[in-house]
């Protein structure tokens, strides 16, 4: 628990951080259900800098962008498990539909998403880039998604006893 922390704490560690010289890699998203695709982009992540950082959106902006059946994991248990990968530094949690707040204040030097994910479309990359970061799309691994996860349970188990 003590890697999951309020946005005032991840500020703090920020400072630290770079009293330190060492360089923060940002990541964000939902995170709901851990699969490979997410550890391959985790370990690409952190590669890339000294510290790692994942905002997660919280329960109420998944609902809001996905639907009211996700998220399958609650936000606690979601940052429970990142928090517990040895890539990952930080957890923090947003309300908001997109981290642009945590993002601007935060000012990681090196913002990246998956690869299903443009440059011009990542939130925050104007003001990483203006504060001398990079911004990075990196490989999306195909076939490796939660919907697929869902996908394959729903199609597995629909009308079976097999559970």
């Not at 999951?4 to 998203?29: C, D, W, Y």
């Not at 952190?46 to 639907?67: E, Y």
């Not at 504060?131 to 691994?141: D, M, N, Q």
């Amino acid at each position: 628990m003590e890697k999951i922390l309020s946005l005032e704490q991840l500020l703090h560690s920020r400072q630290m951080a770079k009293a330190n010289g060492q360089r923060i890699v940002f990541t964000n998203g939902c995170f709901d259900l851990i699969h490979p695709g997410h550890i391959s982009y985790l370990r690409q992540a952190r590669a890339l800098g000294d510290l790692l950082v994942i905002a997660i959106n919280s329960d109420a902006s998944i609902q809001r962008i996905k639907g009211p059946s996700r998220p399958i994991l609650s936000e606690t248990e979601r940052a429970i498990i990142l928090a517990a990968l040895e890539m990952v530094s930080y957890v923090t949690i947003f309300d908001e539909e997109t981290p642009h707040k945590i993002i601007s204040t935060l000012l990681p030097d090196v913002l990246v998403k998956g690869g299903d994910w443009s440059i011009d479309k990542i939130v925050g990359r104007q003001e990483v880039e203006e504060a001398g970061g990079i911004v990075l799309s990196l490989p999306y691994l195909a076939g490796a998604s939660t919907t697929d996860i869902i996908t394959r349970i729903l199609s597995r188990y629909n009308n079976s006893n097999e559970l």
